[in-house]
């Protein structure tokens, strides 16, 4: 029994290492980058969302390690986004190796775009699934599960208490009705 807590144990906590790359991608956005961007919106520079659709892989990898090295460099591309948003100067991340800058792009590209998120995600219970003021996404799979799993709890336990009421209130009439018998 010990070894098999243990193995477990030490599954757990590989699969909590286990990240994909891009939630390492993502947590490195919010820590690293999302005071200046965000994925879908203008913040201080561009929207980063599919930028697999507008860049290389390799064309990142060097803009994000050192955007200046790249303008300075005469790239046409950097040159263009540095002179759209008003020369403002993207700091270099040099600490961030190759695996790091390459999390990122996984991350980034991974973003779906807000239109076509919900109907692909959650199509046949899109219509079922109300959305509430507020709340710009759909319930998730796992909060409708949730809710799911509740209500036919409720069900259940009121079905329970239903039947023990109809079993106690039985057996007082028969108790009733034989004392009355024997008066
Ligand atoms: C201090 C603000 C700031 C931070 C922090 C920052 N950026 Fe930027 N980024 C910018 C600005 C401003 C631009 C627009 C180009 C320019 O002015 O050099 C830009 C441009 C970019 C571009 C080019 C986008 C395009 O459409 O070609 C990429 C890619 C990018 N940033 C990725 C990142 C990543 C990844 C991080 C985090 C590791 C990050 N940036 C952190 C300010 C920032």
Redesign the pocket.
Known sequence: MRTIGKALYIALIGLLWAQSPEEKGKT??QQ??????KVETKL?????AR?GE??SQE??LR??AN??AL?QAGDA??VA???????????P?PD?GEAE?KA?WAY?NSVTPPAQAQPTATAPASRTQPIYPGEQRPMKREDFAFLRATFWGLVGAAVGVALLLAVIIHFVSVRRASSASQE
């Open positions: 490195l956005f690293r980058c999302a005071a200046c961007h201080i520079g561009p929207p980063l930028i507008r860049r064309w990142f803009f994000v955007s200046q303008i591309d950097a986004i540095f002179k759209e948003y008003n020369q403002q100067v993207m700091p991340f961030l800058l990122l980034l």
